[in-house]
């Protein structure tokens, strides 16, 4: 419990230092602590108070929520199917999520969707496909096939979310740059839509955590403790393709953060969701929070989108993990 403790203490205070960080990071403008501190003491405020206020503090909070919601979204989904290497982006959820946004963004869907709704019915389709082809929900379920099927769906759904963008060139432009997985025009509105399914899926992942902590021993055992699996598994994929569908029509597709925070926590932890699940949401939130500050910094004072950083973090990842795995 003690470890538990200090892991979520130090991550949470890691979590504060980079959110107070970005604040004023690899800025065109001067910058500084100074600038920001009137934010809390209510002191007069600079035109560069203002610039942190109205840009650099949604965009801080979005990070975090966006992380945290990809670190529960991971530990969920390897909690639900067992599997180690399972995340929204090598499941073709986050793939599935994009190319419904994209559908509907361009026009081609013909009607008004919003789009986190478009973008949750996309991810949902794509991850019902990809359990059914992996043989997800079977006792000889393999990992590498259910990876194997997320990859390719994931690959499916990129090349039909280009062929979208091309067949609705003029307005699929903006499109393009969503794509990347940019925070760079994210605002106060984007909090909004994402606190509160935030707030909903951290209550749901911990009621979530015990019954997924028995599906690990098996479903029989699991059965024989009283666990519902059915009824388990269909709200895990809801919460899961909602919260993919929520960050993907805010920021587009973030790789591989579902994938990371998770495999982190068990490290630091162990593979107890109850321990796991909260801290895999810090280290998600603190993950991304770091890649956009290097996303700000490799080309400043251009800005590279976070997606492109988090995606060179974590294929490595994925390389070790699906190595471990084998």
Known sequence: MARTVFWLAGSLALVAGLFLWSLWAFSAFPLGLADAAPLWTGGARSTMTEIIARVRLPRAMVCVLIGAMMGLTGGLMQGVTRNRLASPSLLGVTGGASLGLAIVSSGLAGASVPGPVAATLGGAAAWTLVMLLGSAF?????????????????????????????????????????????????????????????????????????????????????????VRIGRLRALVFLLGCVMTGATVAVAGPIAFLGLIAPNLAYALVGTDLRRALPLAALLGAALLLASDILSRAVAFPSETPAGAVTALIGAPAFLLLARRAA
Not at 166 to 178: F, H, K, T, Y
Not at 189 to 201: F, N, Q
Request: hydrophobic share 60%; proline share 2%; with cysteine.
């Open 138 to 226: 079977s006792a000889e379920a393999s990992r590498i096939r259910l990876v194997l099927a997320g990859m390719t769906m994931a690959a499916l759904c990129a090349g039909l979310t280009r062929l979208v963008v091309l067949l609705a060139e003029e307005r699929a432009l903006g499109v393009l740059n969503w794509l990347a997985g940019s925070l760079a025009n994210t605002g106060f509105g984007d909090v909004r839509l994402l606190a509160p399914v935030l707030l909903a899926a951290g209550l749901a992942a911990g009621a979530f955590a015990k019954p997924l902590n028995l599906i690990a021993l098996g479903d029989e055992a699991a059965l024989a403790l009283g």
